[in-house]
C-alpha cells in the first residue's frame, strides 16, 4: 500500500515548478521603468558647443582636451552646467574674453549657434569681437526655443550695425547689455516689449535717433543706461511710467528740452546722469519728490535759470553735479540741509553772493568745487574744514572771494583765494568787484573722482 507522502511528493514538485515559472526573471525591464541618470550631455547639444568652441577660441583643443564639457570635475573654463528633469546635463552659462575664461581669437564672430543651446541662461562676450567685423544678425526662429535670461557684449570694437528688432522674441530676457560697441542706428522699437527686463544698458555705441516713447512699456526695469549715444529729441515722458527704476542714466547725448515733469513718480530713483547733453528750461515741479535720489549728475546743459532750492530738500543727495550751466544767483541756504552730501560741484557758472555759511559744517563733504563764478566775501570755512579738503576744495576764479587771516594759518594747500588784508608785499587787499570778475563760462572737466557714483553705478547695473 501506498504511503499519502510518497503521492504527494510529486504533486508538490509539479506545483512548486509551476510558482517559479509565473515569476519574471530579473533581467526582464518594463519599458517603462524610469531610466537612471546618463550623467551627459546630449550629442546634439555638445556638437553644438565645440562649434561654438571652435569658432570663437584657439586657446586648446577643445574636442581633445574637453571631450565631456559639462562632466564634473573637467568641466570647461567659462562654462556652467545644470542636470535637466531629463537626467541630461546642459549649458546654462558661458563665459567668453577673458581668463581663466576662454579668450576669442582674431577671427571670432558672434556665434549664432548660442541661441540653438534651449537651457543656456546667461553669456557674457567681453572684448572678443576686436578685428573681424560682426553683427547681431539673427533670425526669429532661432530665438523662439531659448531660455536665455543674461546677454552681455561689453568692450567689442568689431561689434557693428544695428541692434536687430528679433532680439524681442527672447522673452525670458531679463538683463540686456550692448555696451561700448560700435552699434548704430535707432534704437529697435521692438525690444521694449521684453517685458521681464530688469536691466537695459546700451551706452557707449553709436545709436541715433530719438528714445522711443515705448519706454515707457519696460514696466520692471530697474536700471535703464543710454549713455554715450548721439540720440536727439526730448525725453519722453513716458519714463515716470518706470516706478522700479532706480538708475537713469541718459548722459553725453544731444537731448533738447526739459526734463520731463512725470519723472517725479520715480521715488525709487537713486542714480539720475543727464550730463553733457542741450537741455534747458525749468526743472520739474516734483523735484523734491524724489526722495531716493542719492546722485544727481547734471554737468554741461544750458540751463542759465537760478539753482533751485528744492535741491535742498532730497536730503539723501551724496552727489550733486551742475558745473558748466549757467546757473545764476546765489547758492540757496537750503543746499546746507544735505547733511550726507560727499560731493557737490557748482563750477562755471554765473553763481553771485556769499558762501552759505553753513557749508563749513557738512561733515561728510568730500569734494567742493565753486571756482570761476562770481561769489564774493570772507570764505566761511575754518582750518580745519580747509585741511580735511585739502586739494579736493577749489575755489578758485572768484575774485570777489578771500579766507580769514586767522583760518590759513597753518593751511598749506591753496584754495584758490587770497588771504583777506594783505598779500605777499603786505599791501592792502580787497574783494574785486563783481563788474571786475571775468565774464563767460569756461568749458572744463572736473577733477574730482565720483568714486561714489561708480559705485552705485556697478552696483544697480551690472554687466
Not at 570764505?379 to 572768484?398: A, E, H, Q, W, Y
Request: aromatic share 10%; with cysteine.
Amino acid at each position: 500500500m501506498n504511503s499519502p507522502l510518497a503521492f504527494s511528493f510529486p504533486l508538490l514538485l509539479l506545483l512548486l515548478f509551476f510558482f517559479l515559472s509565473s515569476i519574471p526573471s530579473v533581467s526582464t525591464i518594463s519599458p517603462h521603468a524610469k531610466k537612471q541618470p546618463p550623467n551627459g550631455m546630449l550629442p546634439s547639444e555638445a556638437e553644438t558647443l565645440f562649434k561654438i568652441m571652435d569658432s570663437m577660441s584657439s586657446d586648446q583643443s577643445w574636442r581633445v582636451s574637453y571631450p565631456n564639457p559639462c562632466k564634473p570635475g573637467s568641466s570647461w573654463p567659462g562654462i556652467e552646467c545644470k542636470q535637466g528633469n531629463d537626467g541630461y546635463l546642459h549649458v546654462t552659462r558661458l563665459d567668453f574674453g577673458t581668463r581663466p575664461n576662454p579668450t576669442c581669437k582674431k577671427t571670432a564672430t558672434f556665434p549664432y549657434q548660442i541661441f540653438s543651446l534651449p537651457y543656456l541662461q546667461s553669456v557674457f562676450f567681453f572684448n572678443c569681437f576686436t578685428h573681424t567685423k560682426t553683427t547681431l544678425s539673427v533670425s526669429a526662429d532661432r530665438l523662439y526655443n531659448s531660455s536665455l535670461q543674461q546677454l552681455s557684449l561689453r568692450s567689442n570694437p568689431a561689434l557693428v550695425g544695428p541692434i536687430p528688432p528679433q532680439i524681442s522674441s527672447l522673452k525670458f530676457l531679463q538683463i540686456l547689455t550692448l555696451s561700448q560697441n560700435r552699434l548704430n542706428g535707432q534704437i529697435p522699437v521692438k525690444i521694449f516689449s521684453l517685458n521681464s527686463l530688469v536691466h537695459l544698458d546700451l551706452s557707449y555705441n553709436l545709436l541715433a535717433g530719438t528714445i522711443p516713447v515705448q519706454v515707457g512699456d519696460l514696466r520692471n526695469l530697474v536700471g535703464l543706461d543710454l549713455s554715450y549715444n548721439s540720440l536727439t529729441g526730448s525725453i519722453p515722458s513716458t519714463i515716470g511710467q518706470l516706478g522700479m527704476l532706480q538708475k537713469l542714466d541718459l548722459s553725453s547725448n544731444s537731448l533738447t528740452g526739459s526734463i520731463p515733469d512725470s519723472i517725479e513718480k520715480l521715488s525709487l530713483l537713486a542714480f539720475m546722469a543727464l550730463s553733457n547733453n542741450k537741455l534747458t528750461g525749468n526743472f520739474p515741479k516734483g523735484l523734491a519728490k524724489l526722495q531716493s535720489l542719492q546722485y544727481f549728475l547734471m554737468d554741461d546743459n544750458p540751463m542759465f535759470i537760478p539753482l533751485p532750492v528744492e535741491f535742498g530738500i532730497l536730503v539723501k543727495l551724496q552727489e550733486l553735479r551742475l558745473a558748466n550751466s549757467g546757473y545764476s544767483g546765489s547758492i540757496p541756504p537750503s543746499f546746507s540741509q544735505l547733511n550726507n552730501l560727499s560731493t557737490l560741484s557748482l563750477q562755471n557758472n554765473r553763481l553771485t553772493g556769499e558762501i552759505p555759511v553753513v557749508f563749513g559744517s557738512l561733515s561728510h563733504i568730500y569734494h567742493l568745487n565753486l571756482s570761476r563764478n562770481f561769489l564774493d566775501g570772507v570764505v566761511p570755512f575754518n582750518s580745519s574744514f580747509l585741511k580735511r579738503l585739502g586739494r579736493n576744495l577749489d575755489l578758485s576764479g572768484n575774485p570777489g572771494l578771500c579766507l580769514n587771516p586767522a583760518e590759513a594759518h597753518g593751511v598749506k594747500i591753496g584754495i584758490g583765494v587770497s588771504i583777506c588784508g594783505s598779500n605777499k608785499n603786505g599791501s592792502l587787499i580787497k574783494p574785486v568787484k563783481k563788474s571786475q570778475a571775468p565774464r563767460g563760462l569756461q568749458k572744463s572737466f572736473s577733477l574730482f573722482p565720483a568714486l561714489g557714483a561708480f559705485a552705485l553705478h556697478y552696483m544697480l547695473f551690472p554687466v
